[in-house]
C-alpha cells in the first residue's frame, strides 16, 4: 500500500501524467519481479531515473525506504511499468477510479454492534497509561538523509 | 476537481489537541447552546470605521481596509454509530471504549458506511439549498499523526456529496438593535469524514495519550466562501448554522463538547481589489470567541499593513486568556496530502425518488424527496411565524428561537391565557428569561411550568393584581414550585385592594405627608403626578388599582 502511495506521489510530482487509476497501482508489487512482463519496446518516456532529493521527499511523505541501490532501482522499475499505461489509447474513455465503480455502495443501518473491546486493542500496543495508548510527542519529522544514514547505521 | 488548499487539512489535528485540552480540565461552560444573542449587541461597523480613520491619518488609500472572512466548519453528525464502523458515538466514554478494529486501523477491516450519516449530510444540504451530487466520491487524505491510525482520513475531495448553498442569516443593527438585516454566505460545499482520535500531551513526561473513541466519528465539513466582514458576522452565521443543525437533528452544535468546530479564514483588502493574504484562526470554541478572534485578526492584519509590514499565510491560534490570535509553532512545510481515491469504497448514490431506485439497491437506498418532506420547521421560518401569527417584533422572534425550548414555551403560555401574545412575550423574554439566566437554567429545567405562568398573567389580566404584584408573586412561585399563582396570592393577601375607602385614606395619607409635591402640582407640573402614583402604590405594597389610585388622586389635588 505504502509503495502504490508512493507511487501516485511521484507520477503528480513529476508533473508528467495525470493521476493514475489506484487498482493498476495497487496490483504493481506483486508484478514487480517479473520483469520480463514490462514491454520495453511501447516505453516513450525515458525520465526514469529519479533524483536524490526527490527519493528523499517521498522517503519524507511515504516513510518509505528506497535508500539501496535496490530500492530506488526498483522504484525506477515501478515508474517504468506504470508507463506502459501511455501506450493504450484512452481518448474518449471516461476515467475509472475503481473496478468496483458500478457496484451499489452498500449502506449500514446505524446500530451499534461494534466497540467495549479496549482490552484486546490496547494488547497489540507495545506501550500504554491506564486505557489509552501511548504515543511520542508530537511529530517527529524523519531526518534528512545524512542524518537518517548515521541513524541506521548505529541501530 | 476541487483543490483544496493544504491548511486546511490541519482542522483535525488541531481540533485533536484542543478537544484534548477540554478532557484534561478547562471547564467547558456548560450552555453554550444558549449564548442566545449576545453577538448581536456590538457593531461591527464601530470597530472597522475606528481603524480605517486611524489608517488615513497615515497614508492616503482611496479606501479603507475592510475584513473578509470565510468559515471553515466540522460538524459531527448527531448518529448513534460512527461514519464507517458499527462502534458507538459518545462523548466522554471511558477510553478506547468506543473503537472498533477498523477505527483502530487493524488490517483486513474495511469501511462500511453508516445511512444515518449520509442522510444527515443530505438533509442539512437540503435545509441549506445546496446542490445535492448524485454521485459522490470518497478520497484519503493523508497525514502522520498518532491519533489517525491509518495514517490517512477518509474524505471527500474530488467530488462532495453537496455543493453551492447559501446560508442565510440576520443580525439585529440599527441604534435599538431592532433592525433586522439579513445576509447571505454561500456553501461551497459539504462535504463526509472521519474526525481523528483525540491525544492527551503530557509534557512532565514526554508522552502523548490517545483515546481513539472520537477516531471514526462522523463530520459534516461544511465550506463556506468568503462572504462575510467582521466577527459579529461570523458569529452570527455559526450560530444560525448552529440552531438549523440542531432543528434538524443533524448535529448536536455545542462547541464547547466540539460538536461544532470553527476554523476562520481572515484577511484585509480594500473593497474592489483582489482579495489580501490570510491567515487560518484556530482553537476557538464557542461563538464569542469566534467573533473576538476574527475581530482582533482583522484589526492585527490592517495594523501589520498599516506599518508596512506584510501579512505572512499562517495558522495561528486564538488565545482566549489574552483575546489575540497568536502564530501556531510552524508545521513542517510540506504538506503534501497524496490525496487518491479510496479504493474500498465505490461512488455514493443518492436518488432523487423512489421510482429512480434500481432493483437490488435494496430499501437502504438513500433518496432526495423523502429527505426533502420530512425537513422540518427551519429557525427562520419559525420567526417568520411568530412575527405573523402574534404580532411579535422580529427581535422577540429572535429571542425566542435562540433560546432552546422557549418557543415551546412561550406558544403554551399564550395557549392558555386571554392575554394577547404580545403582552406575554415581555414576561417569558424579560422576567422568565431573566430568572432562567439568573439561575444558569435551560428553559426544559423551568420550575414554573408554562400553565403557571398562564395563570399568573390570567390573573393580572383579569385586574386580580397588580403587574408589580405578578412579578413578586412570579418571584414567589419559582422559589416554591408547585404552589399556584391564586394560592400564593391568597396566601400573601396580594389581591388589588379596590376598595374605595381604603385607598381614600391612604391618598391622603400621602398627600399630607408631600406638601410640597402636591403645591408643584397644582403649579402645573405633571410628573409629580406619577412620583404620587408611585408612593400610593409603596404604602400598599404594589396592591392598589391603579386606575382607581388616579382618579382618587386627581379628585383630590384638582
Given at each position: 500500500?505504502?509503495?502504490?502511495?508512493?507511487?501516485?506521489?511521484?507520477?503528480?510530482?513529476?508533473?508528467?501524467?495525470?493521476?493514475?487509476?489506484?487498482?493498476?497501482?495497487?496490483?504493481?508489487?506483486?508484478?514487480?519481479?517479473?520483469?520480463?512482463?514490462?514491454?520495453?519496446?511501447?516505453?516513450?518516456?525515458?525520465?526514469?531515473?529519479?533524483?536524490?532529493?526527490?527519493?528523499?521527499?517521498?522517503?519524507?511523505?511515504?516513510?518509505?525506504?528506497?535508500?539501496?541501490?535496490?530500492?530506488?532501482?526498483?522504484?525506477?522499475?515501478?515508474?517504468?511499468?506504470?508507463?506502459?499505461?501511455?501506450?493504450?489509447?484512452?481518448?474518449?474513455?471516461?476515467?475509472?477510479?475503481?473496478?468496483?465503480?458500478?457496484?451499489?455502495?452498500?449502506?449500514?443501518?446505524?446500530?451499534?454492534?461494534?466497540?467495549?473491546?479496549?482490552?484486546?486493542?490496547?494488547?497489540?500496543?507495545?506501550?500504554?497509561?491506564?486505557?489509552?495508548?501511548?504515543?511520542?510527542?508530537?511529530?517527529?519529522?524523519?531526518?534528512?538523509?545524512?542524518?537518517?544514514?548515521?541513524?541506521?547505521?548505529?541501530? | 476537481?476541487?483543490?483544496?488548499?493544504?491548511?486546511?487539512?490541519?482542522?483535525?489535528?488541531?481540533?485533536?489537541?484542543?478537544?484534548?485540552?477540554?478532557?484534561?480540565?478547562?471547564?467547558?461552560?456548560?450552555?453554550?447552546?444558549?449564548?442566545?444573542?449576545?453577538?448581536?449587541?456590538?457593531?461591527?461597523?464601530?470597530?472597522?470605521?475606528?481603524?480605517?480613520?486611524?489608517?488615513?491619518?497615515?497614508?492616503?488609500?482611496?479606501?479603507?481596509?475592510?475584513?473578509?472572512?470565510?468559515?471553515?466548519v466540522h460538524a459531527q453528525i448527531?448518529?448513534?454509530?460512527?461514519?464507517?464502523?458499527?462502534?458507538?458515538?459518545?462523548?466522554?466514554?471511558?477510553?478506547?471504549?468506543?473503537?472498533?478494529?477498523?477505527?483502530?486501523?487493524?488490517?483486513?477491516?474495511?469501511?462500511?458506511?453508516?445511512?444515518?450519516?449520509?442522510?444527515?449530510?443530505?438533509?442539512t444540504?437540503?435545509?441549506?439549498?445546496?446542490?445535492?451530487?448524485?454521485?459522490?466520491?470518497?478520497?484519503?487524505?493523508?497525514?502522520?499523526?498518532?491519533?489517525?491510525?491509518?495514517?490517512?482520513?477518509?474524505?471527500?475531495?474530488?467530488?462532495?456529496?453537496?455543493?453551492?448553498?447559501?446560508?442565510?442569516?440576520?443580525?439585529?443593527?440599527?441604534?435599538?438593535?431592532?433592525?433586522?438585516?439579513?445576509?447571505?454566505?454561500?456553501?461551497?460545499?459539504?462535504?463526509?469524514?472521519?474526525?481523528?482520535?483525540?491525544?492527551?500531551?503530557?509534557?512532565?513526561?514526554?508522552?502523548?495519550?490517545?483515546?481513539?473513541?472520537?477516531?471514526?466519528?462522523?463530520l459534516m465539513e461544511l465550506?463556506?466562501?468568503?462572504?462575510?466582514?467582521?466577527?459579529?458576522?461570523?458569529?452570527?452565521?455559526?450560530?444560525?448554522l448552529q440552531?438549523?443543525l440542531?432543528?434538524?437533528?443533524t448535529c448536536?452544535g455545542?462547541?464547547?463538547?466540539?460538536q461544532l468546530r470553527?476554523?476562520?479564514?481572515?484577511?484585509?483588502?480594500?473593497?474592489?481589489?483582489?482579495?489580501?493574504?490570510?491567515?487560518?484562526?484556530?482553537?476557538?470554541?464557542?461563538?464569542?470567541?469566534?467573533?473576538?478572534?476574527?475581530?482582533?485578526?482583522?484589526?492585527?492584519?490592517?495594523?501589520?499593513?498599516?506599518?508596512?509590514?506584510?501579512?505572512?499565510?499562517?495558522?495561528?491560534?486564538?488565545?482566549?486568556?489574552?483575546?489575540?490570535?497568536?502564530?501556531?509553532?510552524?508545521?513542517?512545510?510540506?504538506?503534501?496530502?497524496?490525496?487518491?481515491?479510496?479504493?474500498?469504497?465505490?461512488?455514493?448514490?443518492?436518488?432523487?425518488?423512489?421510482?429512480?431506485?434500481?432493483?437490488?439497491?435494496?430499501?437502504?437506498?438513500?433518496?432526495?424527496?423523502?429527505?426533502?418532506?420530512?425537513?422540518?420547521?427551519?429557525?427562520?421560518?419559525?420567526?417568520?411565524?411568530?412575527?405573523?401569527?402574534?404580532?411579535?417584533?422580529?427581535?422577540?422572534?429572535?429571542?425566542?428561537?435562540?433560546?432552546?425550548?422557549?418557543?415551546?414555551?412561550?406558544?403554551?403560555?399564550?395557549?392558555?391565557?386571554?392575554?394577547?401574545?404580545?403582552?406575554?412575550?415581555?414576561?417569558?423574554?424579560?422576567?422568565?428569561?431573566?430568572?432562567?439566566?439568573?439561575?444558569?437554567?435551560?428553559?426544559?429545567?423551568?420550575?414554573?411550568?408554562?400553565?403557571?405562568?398562564?395563570?399568573?398573567?390570567?390573573?393580572?389580566?383579569?385586574?386580580?393584581?397588580?403587574?408589580?404584584?405578578?412579578?413578586?408573586?412570579?418571584?414567589?412561585?419559582?422559589?416554591?414550585?408547585?404552589?399556584?399563582?391564586?394560592?400564593?396570592?391568597?396566601?400573601?393577601?396580594?389581591?388589588?385592594?379596590?376598595?374605595?375607602?381604603?385607598?381614600?385614606?391612604?391618598?391622603?395619607?400621602?398627600?399630607?405627608?408631600?406638601?410640597?409635591?402636591?403645591?408643584?402640582?397644582?403649579?402645573?407640573?405633571?410628573?409629580?403626578?406619577?412620583?404620587?402614583?408611585?408612593?400610593?402604590?409603596?404604602?400598599?405594597?404594589?396592591?392598589?388599582?391603579?386606575?382607581?389610585?388616579?382618579?382618587?388622586?386627581?379628585?383630590?389635588?384638582?
Open positions: 500500500m505504502m509503495v502504490a502511495a508512493a507511487l501516485y506521489t511521484i507520477r503528480r510530482l513529476l508533473g508528467r501524467l495525470r493521476p493514475l487509476p489506484f487498482y493498476v497501482t495497487s496490483r504493481f508489487p506483486n508484478t514487480l519481479d517479473s520483469e520480463q512482463n514490462i514491454d520495453q519496446t511501447v516505453i516513450c518516456f525515458k525520465a526514469t531515473q529519479v533524483p536524490a532529493d526527490l527519493v528523499d521527499k517521498l522517503e519524507r511523505l511515504a516513510l518509505v525506504d528506497f535508500r539501496t541501490r535496490e530500492g530506488l532501482a526498483c522504484l525506477e522499475r515501478a515508474i517504468r511499468f506504470a508507463d506502459q499505461l501511455h501506450v493504450v489509447d484512452t481518448s474518449g474513455v471516461e476515467p475509472m477510479d475503481s473496478v468496483q465503480e458500478h457496484r451499489q455502495l452498500f449502506l449500514r443501518g446505524d446500530v451499534v454492534t461494534e466497540g467495549d473491546c479496549a482490552e484486546k486493542l490496547l494488547q497489540l500496543s507495545s506501550t500504554t497509561e491506564e486505557e489509552y495508548f501511548v504515543a511520542p510527542p508530537g511529530n517527529i519529522p524523519l531526518p534528512t538523509r545524512e542524518d537518517r544514514a548515521s541513524m541506521l547505521k548505529h541501530s | 476537481m476541487t483543490q483544496r488548499r493544504p491548511e486546511t487539512g490541519r482542522a483535525l489535528v488541531a481540533t485533536g489537541n484542543m478537544a484534548a485540552c477540554a478532557v484534561l480540565g478547562t471547564a467547558p461552560p456548560l450552555h453554550v447552546n444558549k449564548l442566545s444573542c449576545l453577538f448581536y449587541r456590538k457593531v461591527c461597523d464601530v470597530h472597522r470605521h475606528g481603524v480605517a480613520r486611524r489608517f488615513r491619518s497615515t497614508r492616503v488609500p482611496d479606501q479603507e481596509l475592510v475584513g473578509v472572512v470565510g468559515l471553515e448527531r448518529s448513534s454509530t460512527k461514519l464507517f464502523s458499527a462502534a458507538e458515538v459518545g462523548f466522554s466514554a471511558p477510553p478506547n471504549s468506543l473503537v472498533s478494529f477498523f477505527d483502530a486501523s487493524l488490517p483486513g477491516t474495511l469501511p462500511v458506511l453508516n445511512r444515518r450519516c449520509v442522510e444527515a449530510a443530505v438533509t444540504a437540503l435545509a441549506l439549498g445546496c446542490t445535492v451530487n448524485r454521485k459522490s466520491l470518497f478520497d484519503r487524505k493523508h497525514y502522520f499523526y498518532a491519533d489517525l491510525p491509518a495514517g490517512y482520513q477518509i474524505t471527500q475531495q474530488r467530488r462532495a456529496v453537496a455543493v453551492d448553498g447559501r446560508l442565510v442569516y440576520s443580525l439585529l443593527g440599527g441604534r435599538k438593535r431592532s433592525q433586522v438585516q439579513t445576509k447571505t454566505v454561500r456553501i461551497k460545499q459539504i462535504q463526509l469524514e472521519q474526525d481523528s482520535g483525540k491525544s492527551l500531551h503530557d509534557d512532565q513526561r514526554c508522552q502523548t495519550l490517545i483515546d481513539l473513541n472520537r477516531a471514526g466519528v462522523g465550506v463556506m466562501e468568503p462572504d462575510m466582514s467582521c466577527g459579529e458576522e461570523a458569529a452570527a452565521a455559526v450560530r444560525e440552531l438549523i440542531q432543528a434538524l437533528g448536536q455545542n462547541m464547547s463538547e466540539g470553527v476554523d476562520a479564514n481572515v484577511s484585509v483588502h480594500r473593497p474592489g481589489e483582489a482579495l489580501g493574504v490570510r491567515t487560518e484562526v484556530k482553537n476557538i470554541n464557542s461563538a464569542r470567541f469566534l467573533s473576538r478572534a476574527i475581530d482582533y485578526e482583522i484589526q492585527r492584519q490592517i495594523e501589520a499593513l498599516e506599518r508596512g509590514e506584510a501579512v505572512q499565510n499562517e495558522t495561528r491560534m486564538y488565545d482566549s486568556k489574552s483575546g489575540h490570535t497568536i502564530p501556531m509553532r510552524d508545521k513542517e512545510g510540506l504538506q503534501d496530502y497524496r490525496f487518491m481515491p479510496e479504493p474500498n469504497l465505490p461512488p455514493l448514490v443518492v436518488y432523487e425518488d423512489r421510482r429512480s431506485v434500481p432493483e437490488g439497491a435494496g430499501p437502504g437506498a438513500v433518496v432526495l424527496e423523502a429527505l426533502r418532506e420530512s425537513l422540518p420547521e427551519l429557525p427562520s421560518a419559525r420567526r417568520g411565524r411568530l412575527v405573523r401569527s402574534y404580532g411579535l417584533l422580529p427581535e422577540h422572534s429572535f429571542t425566542l428561537v435562540n433560546e432552546d425550548g422557549l418557543m415551546e414555551y412561550f406558544e403554551a403560555v399564550v395557549k392558555e391565557t386571554r392575554k394577547e401574545p404580545r403582552k406575554v412575550i415581555g414576561w417569558v423574554t424579560n422576567e422568565l428569561l431573566g430568572h432562567l439566566k439568573q439561575h444558569n437554567l435551560s428553559v426544559s429545567d423551568c420550575p414554573v411550568p408554562p400553565s403557571a405562568l398562564a395563570e399568573l398573567l390570567e390573573l393580572q389580566e383579569a385586574g386580580h393584581i397588580s403587574t408589580s404584584v405578578a412579578k413578586q408573586v412570579l418571584q414567589l412561585m419559582w422559589m416554591d414550585p408547585g404552589k399556584g399563582a391564586q394560592e400564593i396570592v391568597r396566601e400573601q393577601d396580594l389581591g388589588l385592594v379596590c376598595d374605595s375607602g381604603d385607598l381614600q385614606s391612604v391618598c391622603q395619607r400621602v398627600l399630607d405627608s408631600n406638601p410640597d409635591q402636591v403645591r408643584a402640582l397644582r403649579e402645573g407640573n405633571k410628573k409629580v403626578f406619577n412620583r404620587l402614583m408611585g408612593l400610593v402604590q409603596k404604602e400598599t405594597k404594589g396592591r392598589a388599582d391603579p386606575v382607581l389610585v388616579r382618579r382618587i388622586l386627581e379628585d383630590k389635588t384638582s
